[in-house]
């Protein structure tokens, strides 16, 4: 799974975030979300997110998901972001024939 932003417009830099997702199993998300937060649950988290939607025996793989006052998650594999200065229509910033590590105009990581 892929999300992507819009390159932010307010500061003329043009940043556009990308977060891969593989191997998703199960989600429940909103179409379009600002200010995107996601971060591996505390055990009381997974445990309250387990219960109210219903997910069991996923909690190594949960990460929950926010924006303003929604709250979601996706259970798969460890999110990986890369940030860049894109155009709206340009090509993904997860492009895997691309030489790695990426040049200097990317920053990247993993949510931990």
Excluded at 73 to 99: C, H, I, K, N, Y
């Amino acid at each position: 799974m892929l999300l992507r932003s819009n390159p932010s417009a307010g500061d003329g830099s043009g940043t556009r975030v990308e977060i891969y997702i593989g191997n998703v199993e199960v989600m429940f998300l909103r179409p379009k979300m600002a200010s995107l937060k996601i971060w591996r649950p505390s055990p009381q988290e997974a445990s309250e997110a387990a219960e109210k939607f219903g997910i069991g025996d996923s909690l190594s793989s949960l990460y929950l998901v926010s924006s303003g006052n929604f709250r979601g998650f996706v259970v798969g594999g460890r999110p990986s972001w890369r940030e860049a200065v894109r155009g709206f229509d340009d090509e993904t910033l997860f492009d895997f024939g691309q030489e790695w590590p990426p040049g200097p105009e990317m920053t990247w990581g993993q949510v931990e």
